[in-house]
């Protein structure tokens, strides 16, 4: 039985809340990030700390809870279901190859890299596949446009962007951050509590998440096309084209493909860690921009990336109007009902959300705090059948999934280092 006070790293990932972002690595180096493939990567003592890691590393943890204060909020459309919103656009990037090779029209890529051609930015913050083991990741601070571009692409896999946010504390000016949005809300606390950091970060940048799976669950996809993990030289999980396919090339030479939903809906989401599936921020409500598919409508064969791109603050309109003023950027604003109808389930999944996490709180199972990020009102708009499922299936799940015993329990020796 695992106890339902979160006041210290430890506890949140023993109460399977760890979303696996790293931030508290940054602020606490006895941590170190360790990859489970069954899992994901979590943060485990270097030596052993008596009484946990509490603290500013505690405090800064997404997966512990989120919170808007209610300034961000005022005047904010949809009644703040859907985070700060100032305006919302839909661009593309103005070079074709990088629209070609981005998930959905390079947009994340050309502001990053406009950003350090125009001299606003010494560096971004993103994360790439490792060159020696395409199915992991590693965050690195690219500090050229061709450096960016060659790290554009979605990475479905388990990555840790701020437990190397000591790159961008240490940078010559100020920094892209790109992130996941729960990356994203642990680097604006964390940067809350250092103004080293703060000092540092130029720009955020949240990408659109609907989970994230395991290592696993990459090899079993992989394995489902005929291929041999182990074997794979290179792992695309969309992009060239919109929305692209999941795409392995093995050292051999040999390829294998299927198409980005076939490879999303058939397994890739049903290994997602259990913080992902009870998580209120799929669309980076804590970045200065953030940015994901414009599903609003059917797309045409063949037809070129485009990207939703969601303006959160002041310094995120700066940025996207200097792209489109220096021709980084084409695109044009559009009206704000576009952002639910671009991601059509995702109020149903945060209605179930209020339910999930009451019930998880009545069984006596750990559960995030949520301040500022409503719900319940979707709840209420659910049908009944949509009711009891976000219920009983919470039920089924904290079985299934063995929420009562320490996640920890599943991890195999631990080693000591950074990995």
Request: with cysteine; aromatic share 6%.
């Amino acid at each position: 039985m695992i106890g339902r006070r979160l006041d210290s790293i430890e506890a949140v990932v023993s109460g399977h809340l760890c979303t696996g972002c790293g931030v508290c690595t940054y602020l606490e180096p006895r941590l170190h990030m360790q990859e489970f493939p069954n899992i994901g990567r979590r943060p485990v003592p270097i030596v052993e700390i008596t009484g946990g890691v509490r603290g500013e590393a505690v405090e800064a943890c997404p997966g512990r809870g989120l919170a808007h204060t209610r300034d961000e909020l005022a005047g904010a459309p949809f009644g703040g279901t859907w985070g700060p919103v100032i305006a919302l656009f839909e661009c593309w990037s103005t070079d074709p190859k990088v629209r070609h090779r981005g998930s959905s029209g390079g947009v994340v890529s050309a502001l990053a890299m406009h950003a350090i051609e125009s001299g606003t930015a010494a560096g971004v913050l993103q994360v790439r596949a490792r060159a020696d083991a395409p199915l992991l990741n590693e965050t690195v601070r690219n500090t050229t446009p061709e450096a960016v571009a060659s790290s554009a692409g979605s990475r479905y896999a388990p990555a840790s962007p701020g437990e190397r946010l000591d790159l961008v504390e240490g940078a010559a000016g100020p920094c892209v951050v790109i992130g996941k949005p729960c990356d994203i809300a642990g680097t604006r606390v964390a940067a809350n509590q250092r103004p080293a950091l703060n000092d540092k970060i130029g720009l955020t940048i949240g990408i659109f998440c609907a989970g994230t799976p395991s290592t696993r669950t990459t090899e079993k996809m992989i394995t489902s096309l005929g291929v041999t993990p182990e074997t794979v030289s290179r792992l695309d999980y969309r992009g060239e084209g919109w929305p692209g396919h999941f795409r392995v090339e093995t050292a051999s030479g040999d390829r294998a493909a299927t198409t980005y939903a076939d490879a999303w809906d058939g397994t890739l989401s049903r290994g997602r860690q259990w913080r992902c599936m009870i998580c209120p921020d799929h669309t980076g409500q804590f970045a200065d921009l953030s940015v994901g598919d414009p599903w609003y409508r059917k797309l045409s064969p063949d037809e070129p990336g485009r990207s939703l791109v969601v303006v959160r603050t002041e310094r995120g309109r700066a940025a996207l109007a200097r792209a489109l003023a220096n021709g980084a950027l084409e695109g044009n604003s559009i009206p704000l009902d576009l952002l639910p109808a671009s991601q059509p389930s995702l109020e149903a999944t945060r209605g179930a959300l209020w339910a999930r996490i009451i019930t998880l709180r009545i069984a006596g199972v750990a559960a995030p705090r949520f301040k500022n990020l409503p719900s319940a009102r979707l709840w209420l708009g659910l049908s009944f059948r949509q009711k009891l499922s976000s219920v009983l299936g919470t039920i089924k799940r904290i079985r299934v999934k063995e929420l009562r015993k320490p996640e920890s329990d599943k991890f195999p020796a631990r080693r000591a280092g950074r990995q």
